[in-house]
Structures are given as structure tokens and as C-alpha cells.
């Protein structure tokens, strides 16, 4: 109990904030600009957290092609498919 008295101690309210936005949408530049901080700061941050508690909490996913393409299209929006409009058969 003493350890985890120690790690929220470390952690400030603008971290519980930032964590709190991330559980609702883990989009970190979204989050970002909801807290009017640079996408950086956001990263920095994040990176902050995860270190005090020795955990990351969100691991890098790799990067598809449609991430570079189309901003992150997921596939699973149930949206149109931008990249698959545009091909020929």
C-alpha cells in the first residue's frame, strides 16, 4: 500500500485529467487539443506517467497503410472504404 501511496503521490491532477481523456478516447492528438498542450507535450506526458508507474499503458501499435493514407481509417468505423473506392478491378 505504501508503494502505491508513493507513485499517486507523484502523479498531479493534470495527469489524472489527461488520463481520464485518454480512457475515453485514445487518440492522443485529439486529447491534446483538448487540453490546449502540443502533441509533444501530450507525448512527453504520457511518457512522464508511464514511467512512474513502470508500466506503459498504451503500447505503440504498428502502422498500417491506410494510418499514413487516410489519418488513421481503422477498417471497423463502418465507414467507406477510401482506399477501396479508388481501385479497379
Known sequence: ????????GRLRIRHFDFLGRLGRNP????????MNMAYSTA???LQDIEDI????LFPPQPATDLDHCCGGYDGQTGGPDPVGSTRRS
Open 43 to 45: 507525448t512527453k506526458m
Open 53 to 56: 508507474l513502470g508500466v506503459a
Open 1 to 8: 500500500m505504501e508503494r502505491v501511496n508513493t507513485l499517486v
Open 27 to 34: 487518440n492522443l492528438a485529439r486529447v491534446a487539443a483538448e
